[in-house]
């Protein structure tokens, strides 16, 4: 039983919070921004820590249910991910950071497989050749 003294920090969701990130491979100082991020609200590495090593065995089956159906991780999917990419890029451009804003445009390319192994895959061009010669009064000279 906890103890009385202790004052309980998260609510439910924040628990489920920090329980799904640590599940998903998420460190504890990654943890802790994110819980700022989404909630406002600040919480200690070394909380986070805890309820890592006390809620071990209930992360481990998160991260067996999350490994079994990839589907449910919104970055899994290709198209939600260039998604999130596209509005990086264009945020990037705004604020002028240049070479960000290049750096998102490349992995959108290679989410898109327009870039492979480092080069650009460039489109194939086919050029036109006449093997012979168009017929007297068509126009063609």
């Known amino acids: ?19 799904r990130r640590l599940a998903c491979g998420f ?15 600040s919480v200690s590495a070394n909380a986070i820590r805890y309820y890592g090593l006390e809620y071990k065995d209930e992360i481990a089956a998160l991260r067996k249910e999350l490994t079994e ?5 919104p970055f899994a999917n ?9 509005v990086i890029a264009k945020r990037t451009y705004d604020r002028r950071n240049y070479p960000e804003c290049r750096a998102t445009l490349r992995q959108i390319a290679e ?20 093997t012979e010669k168009p017929p007297e009064g068509s126009g063609g000279e």
Do not use: W
Not at 27 to 41: A, H, L, M, R, W
Not at 69 to 73: F, G, L, N, T, W
Not at 111 to 128: A, K, L, W
């Open 1 to 19: 039983m906890p103890d009385a003294r202790r004052k309980k920090k998260l609510t439910d969701v924040q628990q489920e919070f920090v329980l």
């Open 27 to 41: 460190g504890y100082q990654d943890t802790v921004n994110s819980i700022k991020e989404e909630f406002g609200i």
């Open 111 to 130: 989410e898109t497989g327009e870039i492979t192994n480092d080069r650009y895959v460039m489109p194939q061009i086919v050029e036109v050749t006449r």
């Open 78 to 86: 290709k198209l939600n991910r260039i998604a999130h990419l596209d």
């Open 69 to 73: 159906d990839i589907s449910r991780i």
